[in-house]
């Protein structure tokens, strides 16, 4: 049995990672978080140490690393604000842990190189959650992209609409320096995407960009990517708002759009299965779209000019 921890345990994440650790016969042996709103625990793991203080849940992991002991830790989880990452990283793997991030992994590329380093000091290993490579759909299209000879880019739309209340401007979501923007913690899921299914990326173009929505073009090696992402409810098209939904998403390619409503809900476990396996996500596997959503955030809008998201008119 590997034994888990987990930093983050009260946030809307968490529970999905509690429930991949459960689902692959593991256990949660400590959790940290500055907030004590934690009963979620006696759901998984009722037996887990909780601490809200960083200083004391270090101690504790570290007297578990220097006695051999059952409850040794082998993997720590981190479902903190995106900005925290990279230091959550370093404390895991210098305490001796392998880590396991939640996207995205961090903010800027650079950051990435750091990591690499104390990986390479401490010989232990970084894996993130880039869950919508296992998603079958997006597997599936990546072997029609892969098999499929073409003599032109593919034209890509994609647009994600994900209405959220006032909540989010006010909370570390809505704060640039600790989640990176709109495009960084929305849609750093969807430019990985798009990397994995068409290669590398040769154009970044930024038509709009607010605190709720933004928008731009990507060209990649085998795309043409126009790119449309709000949490601005108001942008949700009428015919879904008409059936009660606050949410919106779309990818066509060539105009055929890519069914991949369902399929979502056990990603998190596909993710630790794989992991778990030796198959993680690694450090290096996240740089393009890292860069991607970096330049996204310091680029001046060039505003509707050019291959803009029909969205945005
Ligand atoms: P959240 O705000 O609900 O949870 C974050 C938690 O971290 C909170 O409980 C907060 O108290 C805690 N925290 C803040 N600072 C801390 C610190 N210094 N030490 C310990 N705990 C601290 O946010 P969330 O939606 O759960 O997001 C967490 C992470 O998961 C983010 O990186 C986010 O981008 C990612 N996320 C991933 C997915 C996905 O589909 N893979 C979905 C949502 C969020």
Known sequence: MTNFALIG??????????????ATGNRLVAALDRNDSVGII??????????????????HLDRLRR?????????????SPNYLHDSHIRFALR?????????????????????????KDTGRK???????????????????VRREAITQKYDVDLAYITSRGHWYLQSWKGDVKKAGGIATNI??????????LFGDLQENVVHYSSDTKAAGYLEYQK????????VDAEDVPAAQIEKGQRTYRSITINGDEIEFSGGFTDLHIRSYEEILAGNGFGLEENRTAISTVAAIRNAAPVGLMGDYHPFLA
């Open 187 to 196: 849609g750093v899921h969807f430019f990985d995407m798009l990397h994995f």
């Open 42 to 59: 006696d759901s998984y793991f009722p037996d887990a140490d909780f601490f809200t203080e960083f200083e004391r849940f270090d101690r």
């Open 95 to 119: 305490t001796g842990a392998d880590a396991i991030c939640e996207k995205p992994l961090v903010l800027n590329p650079w950051n990435i190189d750091g990591l690499l380093e104390i990986e």
């Open 223 to 230: 795309a043409r990517v126009r790119w449309f992402l709000s």
């Open 126 to 144: 970084v894996a993130t959650i880039l869950q919508l490579r296992l998603h079958p759909s997006i597997i599936a299209l990546r072997e029609r």
């Open 9 to 22: 345990a009260a946030g809307y994440i968490a529970p999905r990672h509690m429930q991949a650790i459960k």
């Open 67 to 79: 006695h051999v002991h059952s409850d040794r830790v082998d993997y720590v989880a981190i479902c």
